[in-house]
């Protein structure tokens, strides 16, 4: 298959080959529309990881996931909800699930009643924040998150940078990791 080239310097380069390229299937994943089973990946680790933040904080040590399954139903929605009306991209998908990855073991949370839907929020506003020159004020969020006021946002998104060291750059084995659970 023949490379097709973007600029080296892009979001997008950094699954490279020998050339400095981003290859053709990587391009068309981070392209790609956002599926069922990219939500439902999201849905999986992003419990998981609020998991491991109440086993952590709270000294629980029982097996299984702390969220019933009418939980993990109703937080899956609320994702699809999100991505649709935030028209949210993959790319922005990849790093909501880096930033995911990276803070599970130090995160806290805010507010512990909506502990599933802190963590996705704020890993999405930042996300955007990061990789768009032009990004949306937290006030423009307020109605497509639909839990949270501007100051709670606030909140949730200096502890969260706080959890991630202010480590917001998406690196190539950001990328590879989320395209190679699908695509190989």
């Known amino acids: 298959m023949e490379d097709v080239g973007c600029?080296?310097?892009?979001?997008?380069s950094p699954v490279i080959n020998a050339s400095g390229y981003a290859s053709p299937s990587l391009l068309l994943f981070l392209n790609s529309e956002i599926s069922p089973a990219i939500v439902d990946h999201v849905v999986a680790s992003i419990s998981a990881a609020v998991d491991i933040?109440?086993?952590?904080?709270?000294?629980?040590?029982?097996?299984?996931?702390?969220?019933?399954?009418q939980q993990i139903r109703d937080f899956r929605s609320y994702v699809n909800r999100i991505f649709r009306n935030g028209r949210v991209t993959m790319m922005e998908v990849v790093a909501i699930m880096t930033y995911t990855e990276r803070?599970?073991?130090?995160?806290?949370?805010?507010?512990?009643?909506?502990?599933?839907?802190?963590?996705?929020?704020?890993?999405?506003?930042?996300?955007?924040?990061?990789?768009?020159?032009e990004c949306h004020h937290n006030s423009v969020w307020v109605p497509i998150v639909?839990?949270?006021?501007?100051?709670?946002?606030?909140?949730?998104?200096?502890?969260?940078?706080?959890?991630?060291?202010?480590?917001?750059r998406i690196i190539p084995a950001d990328l590879l990791h989320l395209y190679n659970k699908f695509y190989l």
Do not use: C
């Open 53 to 69: 933040s109440i086993r952590r904080t709270s000294g629980i040590n029982r097996l299984g996931l702390y969220f019933d399954r």
């Open 103 to 133: 803070i599970k073991n130090s995160w806290a949370g805010v507010f512990r009643d909506l502990l599933l839907e802190e963590m996705f929020v704020s890993a999405l506003v930042l996300a955007t924040k990061y990789l768009n020159d």
């Open 7 to 12: 600029h080296t310097v892009s979001v997008a």
């Open 146 to 168: 639909e839990h949270f006021s501007s100051p709670e946002m606030e909140q949730m998104l200096r502890h969260f940078l706080y959890a991630l060291d202010w480590k917001l």
